[in-house]
């Protein structure tokens, strides 16, 4: 069995290695950005708390209010909240305001600040940092983070106590001078504490993810070789295995479809078998269809007998002198030249129809206005009509567009009004006739013409090649009994139907087009 195959890179191993690897990639990318910018987000975030703080005591320093139980709550409060050491001094270095553990600390550490040269030049200029509180030295460098007119935010290394602080110091509008500081201590740890369980956590969700990814996988190889094992079966023409559905999936919807196709090629081949049992059959007809050439050819010859008879024999009595007056001698001329144009028509038809026969014209399908066409027509033979004493009578209403080759069917409309008046007796009527039909999806285009009905033995056989149903009178008219059979071609070209019609006053020749719209513009 298939399903018991083993892959050196199967579906399931892929998916799994896929997916370990980008949850892998993704908490070391976690583990990595946690590692390199928590303590940068932690100093930016307590540096806002700083500024925070002091625009808290500058403002109370300005109202007056830092003596105001409320207020000793509220900084308290503060400083209680970001873990700030606070430091406020008069212009006379006597305290004014303190928050936190050591208050000789502070006061030393902003005597520091003002007293010391702890700028470099290069940096702040000699002297203090310009438009800004002091200046001073210190044993360590210091990061300046933020400089204004007030005050100053720097990360700086304390020599005293040997701890690394977030530190804000200035003066207030007031005057007094100030101390602001946070420990990074804390922050130092909470990164380091953060990290270790950054790396714990991704490692057990690594570990719990590649568990479920095998366990997933597995579940959804399994029908896939499922799958492949049937279509196996179907390779070797064995096609009993069926696809079990289970769920609502992608892959249910495959295996559904596998068994359409299995049950599709199950029904092909079944149909190629008797096919190839035809085929002995095909062979046979083929005999006939060389037999029915051979007819064809013979029919050929006997039509253009006829007109190369009378051809000859007229073109003899003129170079042999048979005649010698005017009159007869363009009589002569004039049948040798008659016979001789319906042999060029017949030959044209023959032409038209071998090529119709074997898919050779080309069918170009397109919008037009059958009403147009059919006028177009009909003003093409009015001068014959008007000869023969014919009333034609045609829609006057329109546009109405059909799909179909126009070509091809101002040719079917010409055949048809060209038999029409071959054949039109008695009160001497034509009607060209457009209607709808199958619920207004197509319109049928139907020429009736007044006369004779054909006998109902000859109906089946008016579109065959060469077929007359009376050759006197088709002769009399020059007719080669071809155009009929153009006119089933084309129609089958088409795709479209096309009959005849027996009446009580005539015959109506009629064919099917595709309407392009519902809606008749009058």
Known sequence: MMCNRKYRFSISKQYSLIFIGVFTVAMLMLYAANNLLLKRYYMQNEQREIVEAYNSINKADEENEFDTEEYDSEILHICEKYSLDMLVMDSNTQMIKFTGKDANALKMRLFDKIFSDYYPENEMGPGGPPDGPGGGDFDEPEELLEKTDDYIVSLTKDTRSGGEYLEMWGTLKSGNIFLIRSAMESIDNTVAITNKFMGLVSLIVVIVSACVIMLVSKGISLPILRLAEISDRMT????????????????????????????????????????????????????????????????????????????????????????????????????????????????????????????????????????????????TTE??????????????????????????????????????????????????????????????????????????????????????????RTRAYGGSGVGLSIVAAMCRSMGEEYGVENYDNGVGFYFTLDKACHTVVQ
């Open 236 to 379: 070797r023409l064995d096609f009993d295995a069926k696809y079990k559905p289970r769920g609502n999936n992608e892959i249910t919807l495959l295996g559904n479809n596998i068994n359409k196709l299995s049950e599709s090629l199950e029904r092909n081949i079944s149909e190629l078998k008797g096919a190839n049992a035809r085929l002995t059959k095909d062979i046979k007809e083929k005999t006939e269809i060389d037999e029915m050439r051979k007819e064809f050819l013979s029919n050929v010859s006997h039509e253009l007998k006829t007109p190369i008879a009378l051809i000859q024999g007229y073109a003899e009595g003129l170079s042999e002198g048979i005649i010698d007056d005017p009159e007869n001698m363009a009589y002569y001329c004039e049948v040798i030249g008659d016979e001789a144009s319906k042999m060029n028509e017949m030959v044209k038809k023959l032409l038209t129809l071998n090529q119709l026969e074997f898919g050779e014209d080309t069918v170009n399908i397109e919008r037009f206005d059958i009403v147009e066409v059919i006028h177009g027509i009909v003003k």
């Open 383 to 472: 001068i014959l009509t008007k000869q023969n004493g014919i009333d034609v009578s045609y829609p006057d209403a329109g546009p109405i567009y059909v799909w179909g080759d126009e070509y091809m069917t101002e040719e079917i409309v010409t055949n048809y009004l060209s038999n029409a008046m071959n054949h039109c007796d008695y009160d001497k009527k034509i009607d060209i006739d457009v209607r709808d039909v199958e619920d207004g999806n197509k319109v049928r285009i139907t020429v009736f013409n007044t006369g004779d009905r054909i006998p109902e033995e000859s109906i089946e056989h008016l579109w065959e090649k060469f077929y007359k149903v009376d050759k006197a």
